[in-house]
Structures are given as C-alpha cells and as structure tokens.
C-alpha cells in the first residue's frame, strides 16, 4: 500500500545571504577595517611567525557559525503563546507556563548533491545534562545543530543558541537524540511518561514551531493507536494518531499527555494539513530508543562526509600579504583556497591587548565575523553580522579553544 507521508521538518532554501554591509566592533577599529591589503604589503615567507594563533581550516563552517544559518533564524518569527478560553482554558495556561521552557528550536544546514538548505524542528529537553529528543528527519545529515532555548515564555521572546551533537539516530523509527556542548544557566526538563497514560479518545496537547511560529500551542484529541504502523517504506514504529494540529516545523516536538508528560514525538501527517490525519512516534518506542547503546547516526550519509574531510584535509590557510599599522601587525589569509583574501589576523604590540581575527564571508572585503583571541591564538569570544546590516546580531562564547561558538547570544 502506498502512503502518502509528509514528513513534518520545516526546510529553506538558503539562498538569501549573499549580501553584506561592514560590521562595527566598538573595542577596536575594526569598522574601517577593509580584508584587503594595502600597496605596501609585503609577501609573508613560508614560516610565518603567526601561523601558531590560526585554525588549521576555515572556522567559520559550523552549525553556530553559519552566516546563511544565522540570517535565517533572525527572520524566524516569534509568535506569541496561544491563549485558552472556555473550558479547560486554565488548565492549559498551566500546562504551557510549566512546559514550554522544555520545547526547543532546532536548526542546521544540509549540502546534498550540491544542493544547499537550512532544516528547522522542534525538541524536548529530556534531561538535566541537555540531552535533547527529536524525531531523525528534522537533523538528518548533519553531526551538529543548533538549539534555540526560550529564556522565558513571554511573548516575543528569541531564543538563545547552543551547539549541540548528534549522539544517536535511529532511522527506522524516525527519533533521534542530541546533547548540548554547553548548558545554559537555567534548564527546564520535559517528563516521559508511559503509554498506558493514553488511550483513544484522551486529550494530548502539542507545543512547537510550526513554520517557524515559535511556542505555538495546540490540543487534540487521541484518534488511535496503532502498533507497528508502517509510515514509509523504511520506517515502522507504533505510532499515536491525532486530529491535533501538526505542521512542518512541529516534527520532533512533543505530544504530551494532559498530565503534561511526554508521550510520542511529533513525526508525520498523512493528506492535506487539514485532514486532521497527525501522528507521533509513541512514547513505548521512544523508552526503548534511549535505552540502546549510542551509536553513529546512520542519516548522515558517508559520501558528503568523506567529501568534506577530503576538502578540510586539503584546504589549508595560506597567508597572502602582511603589514604594521599604528603598532598592530596584520596578515591577510585565504582560507578559502580560492586565491583571494578573505580573512585578516590582527596582532598589536601591546600585549596587554587582545590579537583578533575578521573574516568576510560573502567576498565583499569587509568583516562580518570577529573572533578575538588570546595570546596562544585561543578563541574567547566573538562577534556576529549575521543579517548584514552593518550592526552586531550575536555575540559568541568559546570554550575549550573551539572555533565554533559553544552559544551564541542575540542582541
């Protein structure tokens, strides 16, 4: 029998960045800093002293770090929280205040066959070390995400964005299981029930990012359960069928039980959106899917991974000019290997004084990303461009010497 399946991953093309303006740094001059170099410049030698403070490849190719990434979550719309009435309306005032915390944003960008786009879903944080539950379709091919957490549920409010990895995938039941590099100060966890808590025609309640509409609420009623239902022709889990609203962008997100615990994970719909035909991985299948070993996530397909390895492998920054300038040695880098410069290594006499790197990432030689370092090249904090309209978006935290933000905060 055919299905006819619509996996619920809200996706973008990410076609919409190649334009941006000069980003101003206030604690330095980097606003009339061009990535270029001047006439006086001279060619660095093979055994460049300053080689020691650069990464070993372009930094700028992670989950956190991504400029088209960036531009598509700062247009994201926040939605207000849906309010109630009638009967039950307090009821599900409560539910949402003590839940919504526990749902997340996830984002991250795919490169197949050449083909360039920016994923989104929705997560339950599921416990205190971050560890994040989602449906596979929504981080497929990918080993890294980005999670949006919600420091509050007042309408209006952005979330802020952690790192996280990809520790297990399972494929054939569409779930998939993250855990942040760093927590944030203050974490809210979504409670897992069991299946006995539901039956048809009991009351669930879904919180997601439908169409990016963050913290969007809705409530259904149970239609069946249904074992072993097989949704694709590779995936087969039993499975909670709804009437409750389901739309791309929800898929990972939790049904939760009117008790709010969690009791599937947000998969698929079958017809139109408003056939009222949603379903979600059921909680039994969830359980069972924590409990196995981790394992490499089978979604990301060998072929890009091996291709991007060969890239990274052979792509090396190579300094290209190099000058002094009121007391502040610069190196002009390609990191890119396209022959053209793209980032600037900035390093001051003064030692008390931070060294820093700018980059361009849209080729108009003007900064986008500052990353400052401290004076073993390690990077501690960074700075973000990320909608190009010359002002600073987020501000980026470093740990452990990574590259790659460990949180982004947006201003």
């Known amino acids: 029998m055919k299905h006819n399946v619509t996996i619920l991953g809200a996706r973008f093309m990410a076609h919409l960045f190649f334009m941006m303006p000069v980003m101003a740094l206030a604690s330095t001059s980097i606003n009339s ?42 247009q994201v719309e926040a939605e207000p929280p849906v309010k109630t009435r009638g009967a039950g309306g307090n009821k ?29 879903g929705t997560g339950s944080i599921v416990s205190m070390d971050g560890h994040i539950l989602t449906a596979e379709h929504v981080i497929s091919g ?36 993250l855990q942040l590099i760093k927590l944030p100060s203050d974490i809210s966890i979504m409670p897992i029930g069991k299946l006995d808590e539901v039956r048809t025609g009991s009351s669930v309640v879904l919180i997601g ?6 913290m969007s609420l809705s409530q259904g009623t149970v239609s069946a359960i249904r074992p072993n239902y097989k949704f694709t022709r590779n995936r087969q889990a039993t499975v909670i069928q709804t009437d409750g609203a389901l739309n791309p962008g929800n898929s990972g997100g939790p049904m939760m039980s009117d008790d709010g615990n969690l009791i599937g994970v947000n998969s698929f719909m079958k017809g139109q959106a408003s056939a009222g035909l949603n379903f979600a991985v059921a909680v039994s299948d969830v359980r069972s899917f924590i409990a196995t070993k981790s394992t490499r996530p089978k979604s990301i397909a060998k072929a890009s991974v091996v291709k991007q390895k060969l890239k990274k492998s052979s792509c090396k ?14 190196t002009l880098f390609d990191f890119n290997c396209s022959g053209k410069g793209d980032a600037i290594l900035a390093i001051p006499d003064d030692k008390t004084k931070s060294p820093f790197m700018a980059f361009d990432r849209n080729n108009d030689k003007k900064p986008d990303a500052i990353i400052s370092l401290n004076r073993q090249g390690q990077p501690q904090t960074s700075e973000w461009d990320d909608d190009f309209d010359g002002k600073i978006d987020y501000r980026g935290e470093h740990n452990n010497g990574e590259w790659q933000p460990s949180r982004r905060i947006r201003l």
């Open 92 to 120: 599900l005032e409560r539910l949402f205040a003590a839940r919504c915390r526990s749902v997340v944003f996830i984002a991250h960008k795919v490169d197949t066959n050449g083909k360039k786009g920016t994923y989104t």
């Open 209 to 214: 990012h439908p169409h990016n509409l963050f």
């Open 33 to 74: 800093l061009d990535i270029n170099a001047p006439s006086s410049a001279s060619v660095p030698s093979s055994n460049h002293s300053n080689n020691s403070m650069l990464p070993s490849s372009n930094p700028l190719t992670g989950p956190m770090s991504d400029a088209a990434l960036g531009q598509i979550m700062m």
């Open 142 to 177: 990918s080993k890294m995400v980005a999670v949006g957490i919600f420091p509050s549920c007042k309408p209006g409010t952005q979330p802020e964005y952690f790192a996280a990895k990809v520790v297990k995938a399972d494929s054939s039941r569409d779930l998939a299981l």
């Open 317 to 330: 920054p190579k300094p290209l000019k190099k000058w002094k300038k009121d007391k502040v040695k610069f």
